[in-house]
């Protein structure tokens, strides 16, 4: 995105589609493995406020950086972008060896500056990305030698 000081999305009317995404060796949407589409469906206009919101975080982000680039130069907003995703490649896995482990990039959040935010993700989470939830008393017990 080119630098720009809008503080919220510009309203964006997405006349076209494509089928490229979900195209198969011969050109045709692949509905075994994408499912049914219905071109009415995706090429209706939305509302208004739903085209802002799917382009509010980066707005948002490309803001932030902007300001940076004023403030600071060009050297910060490069810094951050370049600390994002050095730590995005890779998330850490939250252990204090008790066997309770939850992947998450604690790290990506403090830059990202959402740690202090409670979002759906961090409490509707996937049972599969979590680890098998067991007695937790018996582990510290054990962490701590105490039976």
């Known amino acids: ?71 600071f130069g060009i050297h910060a907003p ?10 995005s490649q890779k998330p850490s896995t939250v252990s204090f060896n008790t066997g309770f482990t939850k992947p998450s990039n604690v790290h990506l959040d403090i830059l990202l500056g959402k740690d202090e935010i409670i979002d759906t993700d961090d409490v509707l989470t996937d049972r599969v990305l979590t680890a098998e939830v067991g007695d937790f008393h018996r582990a510290m017990e054990n962490k701590l030698r105490m039976l």
């Open 78 to 87: 490069v810094r951050q972008l370049m600390e994002r995703q050095l730590v």
């Open 1 to 71: 995105m080119e630098p720009s000081l809008h503080l919220v999305p510009a309203a964006s009317n997405a006349g076209s589609i494509s089928i490229a995404s979900t195209a198969n060796s011969l050109g045709l949407h692949d509905a075994m493995r994408f499912g049914t589409r219905s071109l009415a469906a995706d090429v209706a206009p939305k509302h208004p406020l739903q085209n802002r919101l799917e382009g509010w975080e980066a707005t948002r982000e490309n803001l932030d950086l902007t300001l940076q680039r004023n403030m």
